[in-house]
């Protein structure tokens, strides 16, 4: 069965920096095309950014917004995603959602994992 | 890289159909068939619904189906049921390991 499971969220202030993780099982991670998506609260769905997979060669890219703050990476070993956020502001509040990607659609979505950036 | 337009709200009766429109540009929608719709009830996570414009995961009920026409994707909800009542987004591949997402409809089942 495949699942995946959003950990690591929390509070944290202005400038700070957090890791969240996901835990995949039913699939390798290398193996698929993964993205973050992310949703403030009260708001719409926002596509954060994706790794491409192993055999598609590997990069990241990532929505403006979050380009040259966020890190998205994997491990191989723990068959997990992460998300790296540096420089975190006010508005990168929202519910943090690791997905598998297939044919242009996501597909399943975790529970998320809640981030919270206030001073 | 803006987000594609929704219209804000739709509604319909049981039994009634109900279809979202989805507008983005030649960069998006009208530039490759990787359009997909999400259902979200409220408090829980996104579900796929619709993905490549017009396929349907399995599991989800032929009532939905999906289109696309120019830079313009629709989805169409077909003898509405009390619990299509969500807010639906639309998405697509945008170029370059990109993705967009539309700023989402809320149905209601009147």
């Known amino acids: 069965e495949v699942y995946l499971v959003e950990s690591g969220g929390g509070l944290v202030k202005p400038g700070g920096s957090l890791r969240v993780s996901c835990e995949v099982s039913?699939?390798?991670?290398?193996?698929?095309?993964m993205n973050w998506v992310r949703q403030a609260p009260g708001k719409g769905l926002e596509w954060v950014g994706r790794i491409n997979s192993k055999t598609g060669g590997g990069a990241t890219n990532y929505a403006a917004p979050v380009k040259g703050r966020f890190i998205i990476s994997r491990d191989d070993s723990k068959n997990t995603l992460w998300l790296e956020m540096n420089s975190l502001k006010i508005e990168d509040t929202a519910l943090y959602y690791c997905?598998?990607?297939?044919?242009?659609?996501?597909?399943?979505w975790g529970q998320g994992i809640l981030v919270t950036v206030s001073s | 890289q803006s987000a594609l337009t929704q219209p804000p709200s739709a509604s319909g009766s049981p039994g009634q159909s109900v279809t979202i429109s989805c507008t983005g540009t030649?960069?998006?929608?009208?530039?490759?068939?990787?359009v997909s719709w999400y259902q979200q009830h409220p408090g829980k996570a996104p579900k796929l619904m619709i993905y490549?414009?017009?396929k349907r995961p399995s599991g989800v009920p032929d009532r939905f189906s999906g289109s696309k026409s120019g830079n313009t994707a629709s989805l169409t909800v077909s003898g509405l049921q009390a619990e299509d009542e969500a807010d639906y987004y639309c998405s697509s591949y945008a170029g370059s390991d990109n993705f967009v997402f539309g700023n989402g409809t809320q149905v209601t089942v009147l």
């Open positions: 030649s960069s998006d929608i009208g530039g490759y068939n990787f």
């Open positions: 039913g699939f390798g991670v290398t193996d698929v095309y």
């Open positions: 490549a414009v017009n």
């Open positions: 997905i598998k990607e297939e044919i242009g659609g996501f597909d399943p």
